[in-house]
């Protein structure tokens, strides 16, 4: 397994291209598809996966969309991508609405993509429906987790409750995962015990 970063986007957003020996899963399209493309190269990208629906994460979901590459969002998250409202848009001067993802995923749903094991651990606090995907020892947090630091909870469905709890259950996790989050630096578990 490769993990490609490519940042870019509205806000500096990292999207990553995941790869394999039979495909490619990409986590938040939020950078142009001909950024990916130019790490991947020709390999078949076989699924989208978002963390959450806010704007700078799928801005560009609609190009794999019309490429036939399926998407998948947790089902609290899925309205908010065509409500400029809560997918923060309308924040940023400009309403988009984006189409429902083909499919839906819960808490506990392992995906199987292009040869990886994808676990959905839905961690809600910076929205309704934000999910972290656990791949082994890696995980792909979202605006969840951060380098020393967590994402908002004060957006439409942002809850600093749940996303205390949502913490705490992801400090629980092994020290030796590595975390990739949605903005800025990866990190690890270990070095994430300061909450």
């Not at 790869?19 to 986590?27: L, N, S």
């Not at 490429?67 to 001067?93: M, R, V």
């Amino acid at each position: 397994m490769t993990i490609h970063t490519i940042t870019g986007g509205l806000l500096g957003v990292n999207c990553y291209a995941v790869e394999t020996e039979k495909g490619c899963v990409i986590f938040d399209p939020g950078v142009p598809m001909d950024q990916v493309l130019q790490k991947i190269g020709d390999i078949s990208i076989t699924a989208v996966l978002i963390t959450h629906a806010h704007v700078d994460h799928v801005l560009f979901l609609e190009q794999y969309r019309q490429k036939g590459i399926p998407s998948y969002i947790h089902e609290k998250d899925n309205a908010a991508l065509s409500t400029p409202f809560i997918n923060l848009s309308s924040e940023l001067g400009d309403e988009m609405v984006f189409p429902s993802a083909d499919h839906l995923v819960r808490e506990g749903d392992l995906l199987s993509l292009a040869g990886l094991d994808i676990e959905v651990m839905h961690t809600p606090g910076h929205t309704l429906g934000s999910v972290c995907y656990r791949i082994g020892d890696t995980l792909i947090s979202g605006d969840t987790l951060f380098q020393h630091s967590y994402g908002r909870t004060d957006f439409p469905g942002g809850s600093l409750t749940d996303m205390t709890a949502s913490l705490k259950r992801l400090k629980a996790l092994p020290g030796n995962i590595r975390v990739y989050p949605g903005h800025g630096a990866p990190t690890s578990i270990a070095e994430e015990q300061w909450w």
